[in-house]
């Protein structure tokens, strides 16, 4: 049998040796990192808005996190009766071919404007959203829509997205707005009142209604809602206010099938500072005591808020009318009258007063006959 040639026997060494260094083939690209989807996407409908609410992603697949450049971007798209199955449809058409991009929101939710400054500004003390609230305003093709789907996305670089995150919304026609309201001051309540809404969005007769939200901000601040619950009838009583301070009063409508209800339109808001013009009840249970040239006069104060003072009142047997002991209000609930002279006749009253000035009627009199003679 004839050998293998020394050149034959090297040249498989050499192979053998190549095949053993590890080399696999061709190098690949490194992969591309994907960040998180958005999580809790859930949609609402207010008046002709459509509100838009999600979690943030926050971070890559992998667990780092996104970079302060990373966006969200919202896409729409309509659909008709023939779509009517979401998932099969989305599976087979691809949300891509109709949908359209709304807006793209950075992660301090601020939108993208058209033309960025040369010099984008910084976020200063800003920090990530974590929570995010977008909504917009629909047009006639999307009232037209049977169903629309909203759809929020993470892009952190060109080629770098999530899974689209995606929320159906079937558009429901809306009562108008309450007519603005109106207010009225108590000594212990702002009423506020309003006209319910008589037709729909579209103009046609008999909205449903369900109830009323009642809000109060500060002229420079945010809503508050003011109920606890819907507001069953067309005016509210807000008992917790202070006497000069200006509020904004705003009602919404509630509608829907069940709770939690859908919110209409913002009425117009109504500016309303309630002045304190009402007096404090008067002091009760008045008792007088006299003595060698001196009447003590005790009282309590009458129902309600404490008033800021009192003034303690008196007229002579001589007198027409009472002239005041204290023109200044006194804190006490007692006081001393040391001017009396024996022989006359002494009657008194008290008054209270409130902080805005307000003053109560007299309480009832005391009257007291000093002895002796008159000077």
Known sequence: ????????????????????????????????????????????????????????????????????????????????????????????????DKAFKLAVLDVYGRPETAAPAAAPEKPGKLEPKTDFAWEWEMSADDWKAVRLVMAVRVVAGKRSASDLAHIGWWPRQMPAAPGKPRATAFADRIEVRWTAPTRNMDGTARPVIKGYNVFRREPDGAPVLLNTSPVAVSYFMDRDFE??????????????????????????????????????????????????????????????????????????????????????PIVENTYTDKSVEGGHRYEYAVTAVDAAGNESGRSDALTEVIKGERP
Not at 71 to 90: G, P, S, V
Not at 264 to 283: H, I, K, N
Request: glycine residues 8%; hydrophobic residues 45%; positive net charge.
């Open 243 to 328: 006497f000069g301070k200006p509020y904004v009063y705003s009602v919404r409508a509630l509608t829907g099938p069940k709770a939690p209800y859908i919110q209409t339109d913002e009425s117009e808001g109504l500016e309303f500072t309630a002045v304190d013009a009402f007096p404090p009840a008067p002091p009760k249970k008045p008792v007088s005591v006299a003595a060698v040239g001196l009447v003590t006069l005790i009282w309590e104060a009458g129902a309600g808020e404490a008033p800021a003072g009192f003034r303690v009142w008196r007229r002579m047997d001589d007198e027409a009318d009472f002239k005041p002991l204290t023109p200044e």
């Open 1 to 96: 049998m004839r050998r293998p040639s020394r050149a034959l026997f090297l040249l498989a060494a050499s192979a053998l040796a190549f095949a053993a260094c590890g080399h696999k083939g061709a190098i690949m690209a490194p992969l591309t990192r994907v960040p998180k989807p958005v999580g809790a996407l859930t949609a609402g409908q207010r008046g002709g808005r459509i509100l838009l609410f999600w979690k943030a992603a926050g971070a890559y697949i992998d667990g780092r996190p996104l970079p302060a450049t990373a966006q969200y971007e919202i896409w729409l798209l309509r659909n008709d009766r023939t779509e009517a199955n979401l998932e099969r449809y989305i599976a087979v058409e691809k949300l891509w």
